[in-house]
């Protein structure tokens, strides 16, 4: 095991001065040569580097200032918790460029904190049985494409003043809320899959933004989508249906868009106005059941937004 450690030492010496590594981990190996950090510990922060890993990683990854570090999995590899539920499986804090694909993330407080002003990506990961959020990101930037979250603690995603892009996403047996876009938060999403969670599917909250097209939020315990205290969703082309309470709730100066159409349907309420001076724009755009907003008649037509959604801008 010594003799692999020097061997790798001496390779990544070597690598740091051609400005790439790609490292093979096999987490299967007894002691330090099966970890993760031990491989952290050897390489240049600025990057790239690249850690090919394999088989079952029992520890709890600390990827600090770094940048341009990617995490793939072989088939099969799994990243859990070794802490009891005490600390997340990976902390990513003050680094960008993070990229993390393919990996069972198991446990954990949190599967995954995103931190610190960081950029992580993720694709084509599941994130399942952490005692609180699957994923928390918080005042970053995050993307991701094709990942699971499933029987997490409080919420599957956590997005708190940060910007998150994600599609082809699925959120599911959460204990809680599927997905908190608060603090002033902006979320754009697509092709989602928000179901079977003991909360909200999707809580905007605290002067956050979302915009939610193509996507089914169904089966949750309470709402399907709860906008409140002067948040603002647009909503085009979703299926919101058989939420326990209401399917689209909006309160306390926000505003849900409706523009582009969709279904709403089978929910406490389908479209839900309380609170004070909550807006449901373009519901006539809509196909929905039961609502208490009021409804423009047919010849007003489609209203016009007086101020765009803010965008998040897309890493390249």
């Known amino acids: 095991m010594k003799r692999t450690l020097l061997y790798t030492f001496v390779f990544l010496l070597f690598s740091i001065v051609t400005n790439a590594v790609t490292v093979p981990i096999d987490c299967n190996k007894p002691g330090a040569a099966g970890k993760i950090h031990t491989y952290l510990k050897l390489l240049n922060p600025l990057g790239p580097n690249t850690l090919k890993i394999s088989g079952t990683c029992h520890e709890n990854i600390v990827i600090q200032s770094f940048d341009r570090l990617s995490l793939i999995a072989a088939p099969g590899a799994v990243l859990k918790d070794a802490s009891g539920g005490q600390k997340p499986v990976i902390n990513i804090t003050d680094s960008q460029r993070i990229y993390i694909q393919g990996f069972t993330i198991s446990g954990g407080s949190s599967g995954v904190l995103c931190f610190d002003g960081s950029l992580c990506r993720f694709s084509g990961n599941t994130i399942e049985r952490s005692t609180n959020a699957g994923v928390w990101v918080d005042d970053s930037q995050a ?33 809680g809320a599927g997905i908190y876009d608060a603090d002033g938060s902006v979320l754009e999403a697509y092709q989602m899959n928000i179901q079977d969670n003991g909360g909200d599917g999707i809580a905007v909250l605290s002067q956050s933004h979302m915009e ?12 399907g989508i709860d906008v409140g205290f002067q948040s603002e969703v647009l909503l085009p082309q979703n299926t919101v249906t058989t939420n326990g309470y209401d399917g689209v709730s909006i309160s306390d100066l926000s505003l849900a868009d409706f523009f582009g159409g969709g279904t709403f349907t089978g929910n406490g309420a389908d479209i ?3 609170g004070q001076y909550s807006v449901a724009g373009n519901i006539q755009a809509a196909t929905y059941g039961t609502t208490n907003c009021p409804v423009p008649s047919a010849q007003a037509g489609a209203s016009k937004r007086t101020a765009p959604l803010p965008r998040l801008i897309r890493p390249q």
């Open 212 to 223: 939610l097209g193509g996507s089914t939020v169904n089966n949750n315990a309470y709402n």
């Open 143 to 175: 993307t991701f494409s094709g990942d699971v979250f499933q029987d997490t603690g409080d919420p599957g995603l956590s997005i708190t003043a940060s910007n998150v892009f994600a599609s082809g996403v699925t959120v599911q047996r959460s204990l």
């Open 272 to 274: 839900w106005c309380g």
